[in-house]
Nanobody, 118 residues
Framework: QVQLVESGGGLVQAGGSLRLSCAASATVFSFNVMGWYRQAPGEQRELVATIIRGGSTNYADSVKGRFTISRDSAKNTVYLQMDSLKPEDTAVYYC????????????WGQGTQVTVSS
């Protein structure tokens, strides 16, 4: 069973930075895609950023130019560098991973809280 464990959340002032980490129990190359989603109170979970096995990345319009997703294959870890944080970035951030070829399996971390104060 694949496990994803997030870390790095916390409280930061607007304009500040945080780096989230997602440690996987399997090599990052076993995932078709890995990424970060977030969910604010009363809102639906939304995509923040993804990285596919080949390395291409994708970002939500709201975070483009401020957030960067990356991975370290030696550590089986995916990162989300968040700069120029805004109060509206406040949410629980979840790491996501999908494996499989013809049948897909989705995995989620437990979530880490990010709070941006104004």
């Amino acid at each position: 069973q694949v496990q994803l464990v997030e870390s790095g959340g916390g409280l930061v002032q607007a304009g500040g930075s945080l780096r989230l980490s997602c440690a996987a129990s399997a090599t990052v190359f076993s995932f078709n895609v890995m990424g970060w989603y977030r969910q604010a109170p009363g809102e639906q979970r939304e995509l923040v950023a993804t990285i596919i096995r080949g390395g291409s990345t994708n970002y939500a319009d709201s975070v483009k130019g401020r957030f960067t997703i990356s991975r370290d294959s030696a550590k089986n870890t995916v990162y989300l560098q968040m700069d120029s944080l805004k109060p509206e970035d406040t949410a629980v951030y979840y790491c996501y991973g999908q494996t499989g070829l013809f049948r897909f399996s989705d995995y989620w971390g437990q979530g880490t809280q990010v709070t941006v104060s104004s």
